[in-house]
């Protein structure tokens, strides 16, 4: 079955970087599109970057151009979010997000936290 396992979220303090991983089995990974959500405690979950199959970049939110870098590695069935210059607002649940035949899948996310 699809499984996607998010990993890397952290207290990291405002400036500072985190390297999320979110980990795929279960479908043709090397042949889907890779999303990257956040969700932060009460507002919606928000959409951080898209990279296609061959590991091109669709968009990024505004919010983080710049600051985050999405990748993959097909071999590995990897997708990772690169996160730099890390703000208090970046703070939320984040996770990976798969469309396999036209049948979404989330992982279980994982928490960032940006605080001094």
């Known amino acids: 079955q699809v499984q996607l396992v998010e990993s890397g979220g952290g207290l990291v303090q405002p400036g500072g970087s985190l390297r999320l991983s979110c980990a795929a089995s279960?479908?043709?990974?090397?042949?889907?599109?890779m999303m990257w959500y956040r969700q932060a405690p009460g507002k919606e979950r928000e959409l951080v970057g898209v990279?296609?199959?061959?590991?091109?970049?669709?968009n990024y939110a505004n919010s983080v151009k710049g600051r985050f870098t999405i990748s993959r590695d097909n071999p590995k069935n990897m997708v990772y979010l690169q996160m730099n210059s890390l703000k208090p607002e970046d703070t939320a649940m984040y996770y990976c997000?798969?469309?396999?035949?036209?049948?979404?899948?989330w992982g279980q996310g994982t928490q960032v936290t940006v605080s001094s």
């Open positions: 990279i296609t199959s061959a590991g091109a970049i669709l």
């Open positions: 279960g479908f043709p990974f090397s042949e889907t599109v």
């Open positions: 997000k798969a469309v396999p035949g036209g049948k979404s899948y």
